[in-house]
C-alpha cells in the first residue's frame, strides 16, 4: 500500500500511548490498533481531525505517501 500510517511516530513525540488517545478521540481499542497497522481501507475525515487535535498535529504528521507499484495504472486516476 503506497499510503503509510506513521500515526506511532507522533505518538511517541507526544509522549502518549494509543489507548490514551482512543479514549480521548472516542475510538475502540481494536480500531486504533486497525488504523495503526494500516489494515483499515479508509478513514473519515472527522476521526483524522479529531486525532490531529488530540495530537496538535497535521494530516500529513500522520499519513505519508510511498511510491509504489499499487500507484501505477491505478482506475482512480485524472
Same mark, same amino acid.
Given at each position: 500500500?503506497?499510503? /503509510?500510517?506513521? #500515526? ?6 507526544? $509522549?502518549?500511548?494509543? !489507548?490514551? %488517545? *482512543? ?7 481494536? /480500531?486504533?490498533? #486497525? ?6 481501507? $479508509?478513514?473519515?475525515? !472527522?476521526? %483524522? *481531525? ?29
Amino acid at each position: 500500500m503506497p499510503i /503509510q500510517v506513521t #500515526l506511532d511516530a507522533m505518538l511517541a513525540k507526544r $509522549g502518549m500511548t494509543a !489507548r490514551e %488517545l *482512543a479514549a480521548r478521540v472516542g475510538l475502540s481499542e481494536t /480500531q486504533m490498533s #486497525l488504523f495503526r497497522s494500516g489494515k483499515v481501507k $479508509g478513514i473519515r475525515f !472527522r476521526t %483524522l *481531525a479529531r486525532l490531529c487535535a488530540a495530537l496538535r498535529c497535521e494530516p500529513g504528521d500522520l499519513l505519508g505517501h510511498v511510491d509504489g507499484p499499487e500507484d501505477s495504472g491505478d482506475a482512480d486516476e485524472d
